[in-house]
């Protein structure tokens, strides 16, 4: 498994552009992460970050809201945006050609966008909208719950926002705001695919270097609420949510902790699918990840069952999470590590995995991993070095929520 060097530029406003050339691909694609996202939403607007992300793609420059789309559309650019607790992204992939007139579009976005007076009701009725998708995702309402009571607030809050947050704002507060936060310093634009690097680099330099950088406003943490909470909701499913502390992926044991937990729940022979699905038929879905903000790691567990059926489920998901403590097997290792060098170089093949890959590694390491790098981190795994992981950081102190008719018991010794 190989790589290209990953090329820097750092713009003298705080912007960071960061490049990988593919040139095997016909493709090139980027990954613009700007450093303002839920955690800086006022506590009585919250879902500003995501108004603002709608808004500023209806027109921009000399262009009009459809002439955004269409000039886009008419490059082949199949574009992306989302709104995290820490960023406002953006991204495209489209055929390599194009990237620098994709690049110049996105530009005049951040800099130059209308905000326009008359869509600004049509924005606000997106935001609305999506709100109420998300009141039908039972799954990610309980998932949503356990990340406000996991991490502490604003850290742990929902991008959607509210609907008070979003039915009040105004068109004044919502071009303050983007006045306020939208700014370069911080901003990472990584790109991967078949590109020219001094062109590249030349290029982003004229399109932001005028963009003049601020001070972010500061962001207070409270303390996170942690606990065990319910959702009453009328419903013959039951949906359950659990998480413990982990290491943030900046940390120097973050491969041992996806290692433990890919044994938990990477693929259909890992012990939550096998033990909680299958052996017992408890649940439809089941599954752990890793979850990383940049200070603060958890694990993240899902369990989606029936009513009858929710406090077995409940109590096989947390024994199988603290009997992880007692250590992984050779097997299990050997299957995990075939799964993720698979998609390391599935990864190859995709310049939209590597450019989002880029920059995630830039904002949680500030440097890049190459393929190379994370191929040998993972050749030096083992059951001895990931079993020692375990037993400095076992499953514990659990944080639950659930969802369905009937508030759950938590088992006995676990709170």
């Excluded at 990988?20 to 493709?27: A, D, V």
């Excluded at 690049?103 to 109420?132: K, N, T, Y």
């Excluded at 700014?183 to 680099?201: E, F, H, K, S, T």
């Excluded at 943030?248 to 491969?255: E, L």
Aim: hydrophobic share 40%.
């Amino acid at each position: 498994m190989s790589s290209t060097q990953v090329q820097i530029h750092a713009l003298a406003n705080g912007l960071v552009l960061l490049a990988e050339p593919m040139p095997w691909l016909e493709s090139a694609a980027f990954s613009l992460l700007v450093p303002v996202g839920s955690a800086h939403d006022p506590a009585d607007r919250l879902g500003l970050a995501s108004f603002v992300s709608e808004m500023i793609q209806r027109g921009c420059g000399a262009r009009s809201s459809r002439q955004f789309v269409e000039d886009l559309d008419n490059l082949g650019v199949n574009r992306s945006s989302a709104v995290s607790n820490a960023h406002s992204s953006f991204g495209g992939a489209m055929p390599a050609e194009k990237i620098y007139d994709a690049l110049s579009i996105h530009a005049d976005m951040l800099l130059h966008p209308h905000l326009p007076a008359d869509q600004f009701e049509d924005g606000r009725l997106v935001c609305l909208q999506e709100i109420h998708a998300v009141e039908d995702d039972l799954a990610q309402q309980v998932m949503s719950e356990l990340r406000r009571r996991r991490y502490p607030d604003p850290f742990g809050r929902t991008s959607y926002g509210t609907l008070d947050g979003i039915q009040q704002t105004t068109l004044d507060e919502l071009r303050g705001h983007f006045e306020r936060t939208y700014q370069p310093a911080g901003c990472i634009l990584a790109v991967a695919g078949n590109l020219d690097w001094p062109q590249l680099r030349d290029h982003v330099e004229r399109l932001f270097a005028d963009w003049h950088a601020r001070p972010l406003p500061a962001v207070q943490p409270a303390a996170a609420e942690g606990g065990y909470g319910h959702l009453e909701q009328d419903s013959n499913q039951t949906h359950i949510a659990v998480a413990y502390a982990s290491v943030p992926y900046g940390h120097p044991d973050y491969y041992q902790a996806r290692g433990a937990v890919g044994v938990l729940s990477d693929g259909m022979s890992s012990r939550l699918f096998t033990e909680i699905r299958e052996n017992r038929g408890l649940c439809y879905s089941v599954y752990a990840t890793c979850h990383s903000l940049r200070e603060l790691g958890s694990v993240l567990c899902y369990a989606g069952t029936t009513t009858e059926r929710a406090q077995e489920t409940l109590d096989v998901l947390l024994a199988e999470l603290v009997r992880l403590a007692e250590g992984v097997r050779q097997d299990e290792l050997d299957r995990l590590i075939t799964k993720i060098k698979a998609a390391l170089i599935m990864q190859q093949e995709s310049s939209p995995s590597r450019s989002s890959s880029i920059a995630s590694d830039w904002y949680f390491l500030g440097r890049v991993q190459t393929l190379d790098e994370i191929n040998r981190i993972l050749d030096g795994l083992s059951c001895a070095s990931i079993n020692a992981y375990l037993s400095q950081h076992p499953p514990g102190d659990f944080v639950v929520a659930t969802l369905g008719k009937q508030k759950l018991e938590l088992p006995v010794g676990i709170s």
